[in-house]
């Protein structure tokens, strides 16, 4: 029992660090992170410096023994994103009509209703140190995300100042 569950989790874990690297790529050339985390091997064509980085980071955590920290940050965070995907669900379905022929979900708002309802009650139930811990969390990405974005609007021409007299 002890083997097979070694091998399932040595075979997320290296499915993750295949898979999750390839999402930094966009973001890299959008310059929220660093342009290297965008390079792609030439003969490989795999991004092997996000590759390399996400394992080294994720090495570095799972050795500093703060995996259970760690774990509830993350489920936490899942909680939120899943939040806010039953509020744009709802919204969505609120403000735009379907076209013909595509899929709706059945029972109307009641689903993504109950998904809200759920995370909130599980987040309910999260003591103040993990709140704090996300919230914390949550801060530094969005200053972070701030500030590269005033960075890159210096980066940016500025577009033609209109006069008054143009339309």
Known sequence: ?????????????????????????????????PAALASVHPRYHTPHVAIITYAAVSCALAVSGTFKPLAILASVSLLLIYLVVCLAA?????????????????FGPLVPVLGAGTVGWLLAHTTRAEAAGLAITVGMAAAYYLVRRQILRGRRPAAPAQSEAEP
Do not use: Y
């Open 1 to 33: 029992m002890l083997a097979c569950t070694v091998l399932a989790t040595l075979g997320v874990l290296a499915g993750d660090l295949l898979a999750t690297p390839r999402s930094f790529i966009p973001v890299a050339e959008d310059g929220m992170l």
């Open 90 to 106: 709802l919204k969505l379905r609120a403000a735009s009509a379907a076209p013909a022929g595509s899929f709706r979900a059945p």
